[in-house]
T-cell receptor
Framework: DAKTTQPNSMESNEEEPVHLPCNHS???????IHWYRQLPSQGPEYVIH???SNVNNRMASLAIAEDRKSSTLILHRATLRDAAVYYC????????????FGKGTKLSVIP | DTEVTQTPKHLVMGMTNKKSLKCEQH?????MYWYKQKAKKPPELMFV???????INESVPSRFSPECPNSSLLNLHLHALQPEDSALYLC?????????????FGPGTRLTVL
């Protein structure tokens, strides 16, 4: 199974960009990298996913290293509502749709 | 409707009880999932249903019994649980068993086993 490693916690000031790193050195060529976040007392919420190229959507950007061993989730302007646990995940194996969650990074946003 | 609903929100049960958790989605998704999440831990996959058929069982004890009556509904039947089974049980769905498709999660059922 592809395993992901993330820092336990990070802090950001409100309205500043946040870069959340993830290492996934055992990822296979067909594994997508997904990011989810979980606000307190809620289920996880999809943020973004990618395979090889950098990706952007309305919530965030995903920068994937050329060797695919790491990726960075970028929140362009952190708000208080972005305070959550961010999970970097990988689908483990071709044809599988199993999300293998990492331990997650707890993001605190300081007003 | 982009929502996954789960009932009940909270459940307290004894070790000899039989109860069921329910999950529903009306997004036309053909893959549905059960996850278990202990406090301050990431979600762990339990079961995957694809087109109403069980396709993945992550070595879950038989006291947990999933059921998918139709493409919109997913149940988790609970019997003879242990206190260590107390956790948040999350249901999710996705468009189908295609690699890379996002999963939509429900708010979860908080289960306490006494």
């Amino acid at each position: 199974d592809a395993k992901t490693t993330q820092p336990n916690s990070m802090e950001s000031n409100e309205e500043e960009p946040v870069h959340l790193p993830c290492n996934h050195s055992t990822i296979s060529g067909t594994d997508y990298i997904h990011w989810y976040r979980q606000l307190p007392s809620q289920g996880p919420e999809y943020v973004i996913h990618g395979l090889t190229s950098n990706v952007n959507n309305r919530m965030a950007s995903l920068a994937i290293a050329e060797d695919r061993k790491s990726s960075t989730l970028i929140l362009h302007r952190a708000t208080l509502r972005d305070a959550a646990v961010y999970y970097c995940t990988a689908y483990s194996g071709a044809g599988s749709y199993q999300l293998t969650f990492g331990k997650g990074t707890k993001l605190s946003v300081i007003p | 409707d982009t929502e996954v609903t789960q009932t009940p929100k909270h459940l307290v049960m004894g070790m000899t009880n039989k109860k069921s958790l329910k999950c529903e989605q009306h997004m036309g998704h053909r893959a549905m999932y059960w996850y278990k999440q202990k406090a301050k831990k990431p979600p762990e996959l339990m079961f995957v249903y694809s087109y109403e058929k069980l396709s993945i069982n992550e070595s879950v004890p038989s006291r947990f019994s999933p059921e998918c009556p139709n493409s919109s509904l997913l149940n988790l039947h609970l019997h003879a649980l242990q206190p260590e089974d107390s956790a948040l049980y999350l249901c999710a769905s996705s468009r189908g068993p295609i690699l890379g498709k996002e999963q939509f999660f429900g708010p979860g059922t908080r289960l306490t086993v006494l």
